[in-house]
């Protein structure tokens, strides 16, 4: 009986906290990520309830401090820049539009790629993290794993983990092609690193409204950049897919008469080294277990930026995945891993809900409707009305469940 060998594919947040409780855990873990570095950029990330939890017993929390951002809250502007609406952190107890917990992406991914290196540095031999490569093809026998990568070269493992976002290729060679599991939302996020723009309200979170627009600007930790963030309500175009001019062209053209600081972004756009543009599409796949391939995060159970919990669920995932594996033995992997599925179930259905209902209701399609949505906000968040709303907040959020916990838990808490 030994300890089983971990092929990870993909190095984003679902992958790197999965690697470090593996190898924190004593488990020989191999980690490839197709980009040639760390993947840099993204907003601010939510970490509330379950997510909270699992990064503190991962012992993240002092690293997640000390590059916390500290926002006051979601303002909702005109195309003159004036608010009409405001919805303050404190107010909604940390589970309005902004948790009293947020992180950029970049920075959570850093912060784990900090732990991963001190806890490898403390076992030396058991991590290998390989960018610039990705899996070919895998095959499953009785025995293990044999997989093919991208580099050349073949090698066997007792376990594959798909922690390769929403267009996972472990899922596409382990369970089955992409249009079986995803579904459009119908629409594509944008987010990318921008010059604070004058005239930004300091520490607000800025959103304005436009017909099949929504544009977000958020602080970042330094205060001379800001976040852009855009979600755009419109239907699938295959010739979108990994062509940043059309992208950007797309943008440009929904925000053409947006006002307000539209200007300043689509000028910061062109240069932004961390533009990150993806279609919305929810992820669901029955058994996120398959023998021994599991996935992990967005691979497994994307619930689109627009449920704002990828990046928890991503982390409550990779603690229980982790944890299920860390006891198990090379021949129990299939075993472990289908309880890893079981566990997560019930978050996965929580945590890919979309609070208040779609994109439809979020984003606007014509003028008409813009008006309307702010005037709706204008009411839904003046003083009169603001305890319904609170109540309609705590309703809907999706940070209830507590964090599942099994025996081999306690042993991998480190806070
Ligand atoms: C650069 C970037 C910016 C993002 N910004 C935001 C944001 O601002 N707001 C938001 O809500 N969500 C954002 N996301 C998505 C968010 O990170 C996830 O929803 C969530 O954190 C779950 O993480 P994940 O690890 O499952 O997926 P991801 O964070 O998408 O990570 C998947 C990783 O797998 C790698 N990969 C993909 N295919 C392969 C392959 N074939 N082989 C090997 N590696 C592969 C990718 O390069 C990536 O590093 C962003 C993702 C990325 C990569």
Same mark, same amino acid.
């Given at each position: ?18 690697a470090?409780?593996? /190898? #924190? ?5 191999t980690?490839?990520? #197709?980009?040639?570095?760390? $993947?840099? @950029? ?5 970490? #509330? ?18 590059? #916390?951002l500290?926002?006051k809250g ?10 009409? @609406? $405001?919805? %303050?952190?404190?107010?909604?107890d ?13 920075d959570?991914? $850093?912060v ?15 991590l290998?993290? !390989? ?5 070919e ?7 293990? +794993? ?9 090698? $066997?493992?007792?376990a /594959? ?16 092609p ?8 119908g629409g594509?996020a ?44 419109v239907?699938h ?12 062209? +797309? ?28 279609e ?11 023998? !021994?391939?599991?996935? /992990?995060? *967005? ?27 860390? *006891?198990?033995?090379?021949?129990? /992997? ?20 979309? %609070? ?8 606007p ?12 906000? !204008? ?7 603001? %305890?319904?709303?609170q ?10 469940? %507590? ?8 042993? +991998?808490?480190?806070?």
């Amino acid at each position: 009986m030994s300890a089983p060998h971990v092929l990870i594919s993909g190095g984003g947040i679902a992958g790197i906290a999965t690697a470090l409780q593996l /190898v #924190r855990g004593g488990i020989r873990t191999t980690v490839v990520e #197709r980009a040639p570095e760390p $993947r840099p @950029g993204g907003q601010a990330v939510d970490l #509330r309830g379950a997510s909270r939890e699992a990064a503190e017993r991962m012992g993240l929390m002092p690293g997640i401090d000390a590059h #916390r951002l500290h926002e006051k809250g979601m303002v909702y502007v005109d195309g003159h820049g004036r608010p009409y @609406g $405001r919805m %303050p952190v404190a107010l909604f107890d940390g589970r309005g539009a902004v948790a009293d917990v947020e992180i950029a992406r970049g920075d959570l991914n $850093r912060v784990l790629l900090d732990a991963l290196a001190a806890a490898a540095a403390e076992a030396p031999g058991l991590l290998s993290l !390989r960018y610039g490569d990705r899996i070919e093809a895998l095959a499953q026998d009785d025995a293990g +794993l044999e997989v093919r990568f991208g580099s050349g070269g073949a090698e $066997r493992f007792d376990a /594959v983990l798909g922690a390769d976002g929403v267009h996972s290729a472990t899922r596409r060679l382990a369970f089955g092609p992409e249009e079986r599991f995803a579904t459009r939302l119908g629409g594509y996020a944008a987010f990318f690193t921008m010059p604070t723009p004058a005239g930004i309200e300091d520490g607000w979170f800025s959103m304005r409204i436009v017909p099949r627009a929504m544009l977000g600007i958020r602080p970042d930790r330094d205060p001379a950049t800001a976040k852009a963030m855009l979600t755009l309500r419109v239907g699938h175009d295959a010739a979108l897919r990994g062509d940043r001019a059309a992208q950007e062209a +797309l943008i440009r053209r929904l925000l053409a008469d947006a006002g307000w600081q539209a200007p300043a972004v689509l000028a910061a756009m062109g240069d932004a080294a961390d533009f990150y543009f993806d279609e919305l599409a929810r992820v669901d796949v029955p058994d996120v277990a398959n023998g !021994r391939v599991a996935l /992990v995060g *967005d691979a497994g159970y994307c619930g689109t930026p627009l449920s704002g919990m990828g990046t928890a669920m991503a982390l409550v995932g990779a603690y229980v995945l982790a944890g299920e594996l860390v *006891d198990a033995h090379a021949e129990d /992997v299939p075993a472990a891993l289908a309880r890893y599925a079981r566990r997560i179930e019930p978050f996965i259905a929580d945590g890919k809900k979309i %609070p208040f209902g779609s994109l439809e209701r979020a984003v606007p399609r014509t003028s008409t409707g813009a008006a309307l949505g702010r005037l709706t906000t !204008r009411i839904m968040l003046s003083r009169p009305l603001r %305890p319904l709303m609170q109540r309609a907040f705590a309703e809907n959020a999706t940070d209830a469940l %507590p964090l599942p916990v099994a025996g081999s838990d306690a042993a +991998l808490a480190t806070a």
